[in-house]
Structures are given as C-alpha cells and as structure tokens.
Nanobody
Framework: QVQLVESGGGSVQTGASLTLSCAAS????????LGWFRQSPGKAREAVSC??????ITYYADFVKGRFSISRDKNTMLLKMDSLKTDDTAVYYC??????????????????????????????WGQGTQVTVSS
C-alpha cells in the first residue's frame, strides 16, 4: 500500500515562502498522478496542484498560479509556495493515484479534480501538514 508522509508546514507571515515535501513509498508503477490539496475549517478540500509522474504535465488551481510550483525529485514531491497569503492558511495534504486505465490516461487536471472530493477510491493520502499565514 502506498504511503505518503508530508513535511514542511509551519507558521509564517504574508509574503513569506514555504516548501512542502511529500515522501512517497511503495509506489507500484510510473503511472501515478501526484498532487497537493488543502482544507481549511468549514470548507471542502480543494485541489491546489497536481503533476504527472514524468513531470511533463502539471495543473495549478487559479488561486495559486504564479505563486506555487510543484515538482518531483525521485520519490519526493515538492510544493514551493511563494508570496503566501492569509487565504492560504489550511491543512495541506498530498495524494497519489494510479491512472485507472494506462492505455487511455485521464488528464492530470481531471485526476486532480477527482482526487479533491475523494472520488478516486484507490488514492493514497498523507496525514496532512498545517500551514498558517498571518498578517
């Protein structure tokens, strides 16, 4: 079973930067889509950014475009967050999901949007890391 462990959260002031890490283990193939999601109190979990395993395709939610950058280094996924805003305060989760049909891959954006509300039952999730941005 895939295991994911996040790290790198913390408390910062607006405009600061943080980099989140997600260490993945027990991946079975190279057909995974990896992603970052966040949830703040009283709100539904939302997709932040996702990346294909070969790093060729990325997806960013509009509210992080130009500020966040997703990447993968071997079995570690990174989310570099710049120009943080108070609205970015949330628990951040990483997730991994294998392509349901490797012959006809689902677009990374679609995988990301399916992962957020847990519509991919085979997905693995990390335990979450808190990011708090104060003014």
């Amino acid at each position: 079973q895939v295991q994911l462990v996040e790290s790198g959260g913390g408390s910062v002031q607006t405009g600061a930067s943080l980099t989140l890490s997600c260490a993945a283990s027990r991946l079975r193939s190279d057909d995974y889509v990896l992603g970052w999601f966040r949830q703040s109190p009283g709100k539904a979990r939302e997709a932040v950014s996702c990346i294909s395993w070969n790093e060729e395709i990325t997806y960013y939610a509009d509210f992080v475009k130009g500020r966040f950058s997703i990447s993968r280094d071997k079995n570690t996924m990174l989310l570099k967050m710049d120009s943080l805003k108070t609205d970015d305060t949330a628990v951040y989760y990483c997730a991994a999901a294998e392509q349901p049909d490797k012959s006809y891959p689902t677009p990374v954006r679609d995988m990301c949007l399916l992962l957020a509300p847990s519509l991919l039952s085979s997905a693995a999730w990390g335990q979450g890391t808190q990011v708090t941005v104060s003014s």
